[in-house]
Structures are given as C-alpha cells and as structure tokens.
C-alpha cells in the first residue's frame, strides 16, 4: 500500500470518534433515569447499571479504535522512511544541476516555473493575511520571491530584504520596480551548506514579517528546519514568519511527494519543531489541496520606535 493511501486512511480515521455520540446517548439515559426515578411507582432499579455498562462499551469501543490509529501512525513512521531520503536525494541532485553550466538556465527556469496552484479565492485569502502583517515600522523579508505578485504587497516594509539561493532567481521579481525602488532593494543570496550560517547578510531581530512561499515546499526537512532556526533570529519579537510547506500529514501532499514533485515535511514534525525553536502557531489554512499555509510567531510584542512613515508610494514600473 502507497504511504498517500495509508495517510489518506488516517486522514479518515482522525475524522471519526466515538465520543460526541456516547456524550449524547449518556444525557439522553440521564434523562430517562431521572424522569423513572422521579416516580413513586418503581418497575426496575437497573436502568443505572445498563446505563454504566452502555458507556463501558462505548469506551472499550474508543479504545480499540484508538489502538487502530496507533497501528496505522506505526505503519506511517515505517512507510516514509524512504520518502525523507528521496527528498534529500533529489534536492542535491537540483542543487548540482543549477551549479552546472551546461544546464544551468533550463534549471533556473524550471525553480521559477515551479508554482503553486492557488484559486483565486485561496490567493485572496493569503494576500488578505499578508497584509495584516506588512508595517511600514518595520523591516520585512521575502525569501524566494520567484514570480508571485506578494512581493507587490511588501513594499511599505523598509527596508525590505530579497533572499534566494541566487541572483537570477531574484531577478524576475525585481524587475517589475523602477530602478530608484530597486536601489533600496537588500539583495542577497544564501547558499544552504550545512557547515556555516545561511542568513548572515540579514540583522539579528530586526524583521516584522518574513514571507516564504513555495519555497519550503521543495525542500528536505533538514533543510526547512535550519532555516527556522536562522529565521527565528532574525525576527524582532512579536515578528511573524509566513510560510507554505507541502504538509504530508495531509494525503495530497504525500502524493506530490510519490510524484517526485515536493519534498516530504510532515506537518506534525515541521510544528514540534517550530515549537522548540520557539515559534508559537498564530493562523494556519488550507483548503482540500496539498498546500498549507501558516503562521509562526515570535514570542513578544512586535513594537517600533519611528514616528512617521515616508510619503512616497512605490509603483509597478511601467511597462
């Protein structure tokens, strides 16, 4: 059985419990209990013990079907074992592509061409939480800003740092601005080389907001997890990293990954560790697709010290 069928089956099985209608037929027992014995003519004095052994039941019931679910999370754990490596194994082997002269364009062109498949309604969504979070009071960054449209939405961040693994990535998206704007641009490139720190170029707790979409979604664990480390540092307190991921917790995403076409990040191990860098979960969405998007909080209270904001207003450069 594909591991996509075995979390497809544990999608259902989170779906189901016993207990809303234990809870229901207990009250509704206490009711028939409380009318009897509220009668001075007395035909049974087991209704209790029925009662008991009906909510015993219900119980052994939750059990077993509780020890299903543990089987099938063991059966989980074994299956994707395999799916961790091919992660691994296909993001060196892009890595040595892109590094290679010979291919490097057609490689370059591929990572921008690689895009998620958002409704209308679902990019309205993000874009409306995006801006809950865009201050012109403090810095922000957009790691990989590849050819969405968020980056448009940024630009009263100040400053506002552009990071990807390289020049020709970031270009796509910054030459949308006039070259005045694109002067005020941070721009820098990280190489992710598990010997040294990525994000050097950017201040220590300094961000209000970091932006990461579909970016992570190609990438191993190992990888998302050092990113939320150095990110982390990166945040003022109260700062705010909003990131999509391909959550294998979810069937959908687990078949991209049997696709060769997304990294395998289960949702539950990408949140334990968030939680013990020190993140907090503030909003998470997604709809029936693969893709999640979420919302990970500095602890603290997100303040400034600038007392007015720029009059200036950036536009598109035209075309």
Known sequence: MK?????????????????PTRDTDSQNLDH????????????SDQLLT??????QTFDLFEQELDSLKQQLNEMITEAENPMFQQSYSLYEELNKQINSDQLYQNNIEYVLNRRLEVSEENYQIFLARLMTHTNWQHAGMVLHPGR?????HMVANDPLYIVDENYDLIQPAINQFNEFYQSRLRIST??????????????????GVCLVYNFFNYKPFEVVKQYLVEIYQKLKPGGTLIMTFNDCDRYKAVMLVERF????????MLRGW???????????????GPNTWIELQKPGELTSL??????????PKRL
């Open 3 to 19: 591991l996509s069928e075995l979390v497809a089956y544990k999608n259902q099985l989170d779906l189901l419990s016993v207990h």
């Open 32 to 43: 028939i209990i409380y009318t009897v014995d509220n009668w001075k003519l007395q035909v």
């Open 50 to 55: 029925h009662k008991n052994n009906l909510i």
């Open 148 to 152: 969405e449209s968020f980056i448009n």
């Open 190 to 207: 990280v190489k992710e080389d598990a010997s040294t720190p990525w994000l050097t170029k950017i201040p220590d707790g300094q961000l």
């Open 261 to 268: 076409y997304a990294a395998y990040t289960p949702g539950n």
């Open 274 to 288: 968030a939680t013990h860098v020190g993140f907090k979960e503030s909003f998470c969405y997604h709809n029936d």
């Open 306 to 315: 600038r007392g007015g904001q720029s009059l200036a207003r950036i536009l």
